[in-house]
């Protein structure tokens, strides 16, 4: 088996072929390993809960520096990949499903209010070039700090409502709170890219569609706040809000499996779940989807004061980012993960906490009471005094192995801590950069295209990043047209490929396809180009191709990527 071969490797230096001669046994065992080995790919992760500090997660890390590029480091530090920043800022980014970075960009003639900014988005290819752009900054609406990528290739943005003072006093706003022109309340839009520069609004919500207020029977929206806690009182908090600003959310959230979404306020200090399944026109209402109550909040949690269950005593959340659910097959799946930007002062020295909460199984809840949990699941705040602080930006980030990845964005430090609370890693920029949040992703393999004819010739170009622990290290790209899964095990690694004919060719074949065999260059980089002629009896297939990386003095295998696929359309 490939993982037990002790054949004596050539000096690295040599060419791939002659890699190839020497380990051309190795892919005779990959049909019978599907037959003779079971087992699932393991993963270092402990009962929840439970005293287990494991080490650094393997994978790399993604920020951005404020006003800079974007940046991917691996687990030693170095950055192995860089997205050039080009004429705008950004905020929240992510990677999608295809290796694309999404990022919300500032627009010029961004309204003149504190922070998060943006009015656009952009889909950026690894190598820089930018796939779509779209643009929400207009004389009634613009996007601000965040998005939310959706399984249906549509993207959520969070967006301020360009509103009048007279607007807001009409709808219930107590004038003594509005010292500027202009009312920004939030709202979400549900954007389906449409062209390279274009895109279609097919679903939006709206904060003032579900307001409250008890200050003036006369004007719109009365009603006892105390009995409507599916509202936000339009009045709270009670002071003057700077710029206009009502809301200032900060952080989007999108829950496939219930179509519900996470919408994070700090100005009022709670997180809230709306229904996804809704019409635009059910969006509006107080009926209607899946839960039965349109657009309403289903869901608050934070501060209880400002539906008049509490007093400022019973406040939870202070100007906090990054809310978020704990994606499935990850240890605390399904709780909701907070970075508590002003969660206490100690001694003199204020700081900051990450927080973990249960998510409720329903949304059963009496008026009059707070919504719960009273008591937090997880938490970490650091043990020295005054060492864990950032006043805004931040988040935080559930790993596969259950430890948890963490921005203080106002310090420039991203540290991993396990369950207990070590640190089992920390990069710290020099200078320390101010950073909105950062992103962890266990992707090694990007592709430049993800459809292609069956009818004609193409080049495909793939971009290994396995990062500086690789470099030196062997590899092969290997390929399937039978799928993914159940992929090969390899130890406690698993190729993420079903062998077949096609695995066979790549492999035989790398003596003569462009860095599809080698030794991986400095930061653990390759790239490989292949060349399929015209396969029209595959067409409606889907190829897919990933990588192992070998140590070339053991021929343990050390590492496995993503895969990715290339559709064969007609």
């Not at 274009?198 to 929206?221: K, T």
């Not at 008026?367 to 006043?391: D, I, K, N, Q, V």
């Not at 492999?507 to 002629?533: I, K």
């Amino acid at each position: 088996m490939l993982a037990k071969d002790r054949h004596a490797l050539p000096d690295t230096q040599q060419r791939p072929v002659s890699m190839l001669r020497r380990w051309s046994l190795t892919l005779a065992w990959v049909p019978i390993a599907i037959a003779t080995l079971g087992g699932e790919l393991l993963r270092s992760q402990g009962p929840l809960g439970a005293p287990v500090t494991a080490p650094a997660s393997p994978g790399h890390r993604m920020y951005s520096p404020w006003g800079g590029d974007t940046l991917l480091v691996d687990n030693t530090g170095a950055v192995v990949h860089t997205w050039p920043r080009g004429p705008r800022n950004v905020n929240g980014l992510y990677l999608g499903d295809d290796g694309s970075l999404w990022r919300a960009t500032r627009v010029p003639g961004s309204p003149p209010v504190f922070g998060g900014a943006q009015g656009g988005l952009q889909r950026v290819a690894l190598d820089g070039s930018i796939r779509w752009e779209y643009t929400l900054a207009s004389t009634t609406q613009w996007s601000h700090h965040d998005i939310a990528l959706l399984p249906n290739g549509n993207v959520l943005m969070i967006a301020w409502d360009l509103m009048t003072r007279t607007e807001a006093i009409a709808a219930g706003r107590d004038p003594a709170l509005l010292s500027t022109p202009q009312w920004l309340p939030d709202s979400i839009v549900e954007v389906q890219p449409t062209g390279p520069t274009a895109g279609a609004i097919v679903w939006e919500w709206h904060f003032m569609d579900h307001v409250v207020q008890d200050f003036d029977p006369a004007m719109a929206n009365f009603g006892e706040v105390d009995e409507h806690p599916e509202l936000l009182d339009i009045n709270f908090p009670p002071e003057d809000a700077q710029s206009g600003e009502w809301n200032h959310c900060n952080a989007l959230d999108y829950d496939p499996v219930r179509d519900l979404i996470m919408l994070n306020s700090p100005f009022q200090g709670e997180f809230y779940i709306i229904d996804h399944s809704t019409t635009t026109a059910e969006a509006a209402s107080h009926a209607g989807g899946t839960y039965g109550r349109g657009g309403d909040i289903l869901y608050r949690w934070g501060n209880p004061e400002a539906y008049r269950a509490g007093t400022g005593y019973d406040q939870k959340l202070f100007f906090q980012h990054g809310a978020h659910w704990v994606p499935p097959g990850l240890p605390g799946a399904g709780n909701v993960l907070i970075f508590n930007n002003e969660a206490g002062t100690l001694q003199g020295a204020q700081f900051s906490s990450v927080i973990e909460l249960e998510f409720p199984d329903s949304f059963a809840h009496v008026t009059g009471e707070a919504y719960g949990p009273e008591t937090l699941f997880w938490s970490y705040t650091h043990p020295t005094t005054g060492t864990f602080y950032s006043a805004g930006l931040s988040n935080a980030e559930r790993l596969p192995n259950g430890n948890t990845l963490v921005c203080s964005g106002g310090q420039g430090w991203l540290f991993e801590i396990s369950r207990t609370g070590e640190i089992v890693w920390e990069h710290r920029p020099s200078p320390q950069p101010l950073m909105f949040r950062t992103a962890y992703y266990e992707r090694y393999l990007w592709s430049d295209q993800e459809s292609t004819s069956a009818t004609g010739v193409t080049n495909v170009a793939f971009d290994l990043i396995a990062g500086t622990a690789q470099t030196g290290q062997a590899y092969f790209l290997l390929g399937s047209a039978s799928g993914t899964a159940p992929g090969v095990p390899l130890g406690a690694l698993e190729l993420p490929l079903i062998p077949d004919a096609y695995t066979r060719w790549t492999f035989t074949g790398a003596s003569v396809l462009p860095g599809f065999a080698g030794t991986l260059a400095p930061l653990g980089r390759a790239n490989a180009v292949l060349t399929l002629p015209a396969l029209p009896l595959l067409k409606g297939r889907t190829l897919h191709h990933a990588y192992l990386v070998l140590d070339t003095k053991t021929l343990q295998t050390v590492q496995v990527s993503n895969s990715v696929p290339l559709a064969l359309t007609p």
